[in-house]
T-cell receptor, first 121, second 113 residues
Framework: KAGVTQTPRYLIKTRGQQVTLSCSPISGHRSVSWYQQTPGQGLQFLFEYFSETQRNKGNFPGRFSGRQFSNSRSEMNVSTLELGDSALYLC????????????????????FGPGTRLTVL | GQQVMQIPQYQHVQEGEDFTTYCNSSTTLSNIQWYKQRPGGHPVFLIQLVKSGEVKKQKRLTFQFGEAKKNSSLHITATQTTDVGTYFCAGPLSSGGSYIPTFGRGTSLIVHP
């Protein structure tokens, strides 16, 4: 079974530009979550999509957005890039929606992709 | 606000020594997960604990979930150089009627041969 794939793997942008990152989950997984990882803030949750609907969102500004397609593939977009947006962006897929993790004891193991390293100059 | 805290931030050990990382949540968790991220890699799922007081073992790794379901630990016996990486705990913290996967800052394990 193929793992989670992310494209592109590396990206260099300048301040003010926008960027779109793509994530293809493991076949059969309908939940896709996005994370930002930086040395200063660690691994922070951006949002989760399940069945083409955003289920929950972390504490990030509206410049960060996403969507999910009917085949479960997901994209995230960052508009008006800032220097502080430089980070490793990881997506993760799972069988169960994480938004229900508090009530569900089902397996919501997350499978992470290799990430997209975004550098904003 | 609610958070998941993890200590220590770094741990240097000599190969063959034991290693433990601790995770504490500000609130009770329904479950907790542990991940390992090798340098330059991405987080890889290790285990999920669900029951109060649960203890699970994977070869040299022992995972515990506290009785109050607010803390957890990962213990590695006789570390090897292949254990190098950052170990993260993660739990679902409630937010606006839903649950947000919240990761600890991680413990970076450095093993000296």
């Amino acid at each position: 079974k193929a793992g989670v794939t992310q494209t592109p793997r590396y990206l260099i942008k300048t301040r003010g530009q926008q960027v779109t990152l793509s994530c293809s989950p493991i076949s059969g997984h309908r939940s896709v979550s996005w994370y930002q990882q930086t040395p200063g803030q660690g691994l922070q949750f951006l949002f989760e999509y399940f069945s083409e609907t955003q289920r929950n969102k972390g504490n990030f500004p509206g410049r960060f957005s996403g969507r999910q397609f009917s085949n479960s593939r997901s994209e995230m977009n960052v508009s008006t890039l800032e220097l502080g947006d430089s980070a490793l962006y990881l997506c993760a897929s799972s069988l169960s929606p994480l938004s229900l993790a508090g009530r569900s004891f089902s397996n919501n193991e997350q499978f992470f992709g290799p990430g997209t390293r975004l550098t904003v100059l | 606000g609610q958070q998941v805290m993890q200590i220590p931030q770094y741990q240097h050990v000599q190969e063959g020594e034991d290693f433990t990382t601790y995770c504490n949540s500000s609130t009770t968790l329904s479950n907790i997960q542990w991940y390992k991220q090798r340098p330059g890699g991405h987080p890889v799922f290790l285990i999920q604990l669900v029951k109060s007081g649960e203890v699970k073992k994977q070869k040299r790794l022992t995972f515990q979930f506290g009785e109050a379901k607010k803390n957890s630990s990962l213990h590695i016996t006789a570390t090897q150089t292949t254990d190098v990486g950052t170990y993260f705990c993660a739990g679902p913290l409630s937010s606006g009627g839903s649950y947000i996967p919240t990761f600890g800052r991680g413990t970076s394990l450095i093993v000296h041969p």
